[in-house]
């Protein structure tokens, strides 16, 4: 993945296109609204842009490809979403210390699954920060 220019020394560790919705926003429910994003994991940030398709012109600053919203992965949790929170494949549930919940989803069941390690892999990484 290309790195950002705000921090041009730290290289996204995965990117990537996934069908996103928030289901609650600092502990209120909200309406379901799944989205492609091109989704960029950093450190112990996951980063959210609208609209970019095939995801090649990836720049962090530029007008269009402004992240959409960053979820802090420090003390959230990740696990396979259970079949009352959605009814599509692969779906998987994020929740923010904050009070952020997310679902992620890929029809892509290999892509789905290197997500799911690499955002196990990050929360664990920075749980004590
Ligand atoms: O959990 P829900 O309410 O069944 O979620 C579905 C709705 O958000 C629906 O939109 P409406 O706001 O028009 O009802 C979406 O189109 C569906 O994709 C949502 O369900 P899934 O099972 O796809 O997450």
């Known amino acids: 993945c290309p790195s950002s220019p705000k921090h041009p020394s730290t290289p996204s560790e995965k990117c990537g296109v996934l069908n996103v919705t928030k289901i609650t926003e600092n502990g209120k429910k909200v309406r379901k609204n799944w989205t492609s994003s091109w989704t960029v994991l950093q450190g112990s940030s996951l980063l959210f842009a609208k609209g970019q398709g095939g995801g090649t012109s990836w720049k962090f600053g530029s007008n269009q490809s402004k992240p959409e ?3 802090d992965l420090r ?3 990740v696990e396979w979403a259970s079949k009352d929170k959605s009814s599509k494949k692969h779906v998987i549930e994020l929740k923010t210390r904050q009070g952020t919940e997310l679902l992620i989803q890929s029809e892509i069941d290999s892509v789905i699954n290197d997500w799911y390690r ?6 664990s990484t920075h749980a004590w920060e």
Do not use: Q, V
């Open 69 to 71: 919203f960053t979820i």
């Open 118 to 123: 690499a955002l196990t892999e990050t929360i």
């Open 75 to 77: 003390g959230a949790s």
